[in-house]
């Protein structure tokens, strides 16, 4: 899966950041602990007047899951 990739800076600026009142920014870690914003088209319409378009700018990059916790027994 192909994500934006963001610095911790970046991320601490941008996370729970709304949009409209029903769209926000929720960025996730990968395995690494990189952070990734996930985006579409639909979404950079939405976000073309305010001051996060320049989320769809960042770098692109392969974002691998961390594995599912272990299951309690």
Same mark, same amino acid.
């Given at each position: 899966? +192909? /994500? #934006?990739?963001? @610095?911790? %800076? *970046? $991320?601490? !600026?941008v *996370? /729970?950041?709304?949009? &409209?009142? $029903?769209?926000? +920014?929720?960025?996730?870690? !990968?395995?690494? /602990? &990189?952070?990734?914003?996930? /985006?579409?088209? *639909? !979404?950079? %319409?939405?976000?073309? =007047? @305010?001051? #996060?378009?320049w989320?769809? !700018?960042?770098? *692109?990059a %392969? #974002? &691998?899951?961390?594995?599912?916790p =272990?299951?309690? +027994?």
């Amino acid at each position: 899966m +192909i /994500g #934006y990739q963001l @610095s911790e %800076e *970046q $991320y601490n !600026d941008v *996370q /729970g950041k709304h949009i &409209t009142p $029903y769209l926000f +920014i929720n960025c996730v870690q !990968d395995i690494n /602990g &990189t952070w990734f914003f996930f /985006g579409n088209e *639909q !979404d950079k %319409e939405a976000f073309k =007047d @305010s001051e #996060y378009l320049w989320l769809f !700018d960042l770098p *692109q990059a %392969e #974002y &691998t899951p961390p594995p599912p916790p =272990d299951f309690p +027994i």
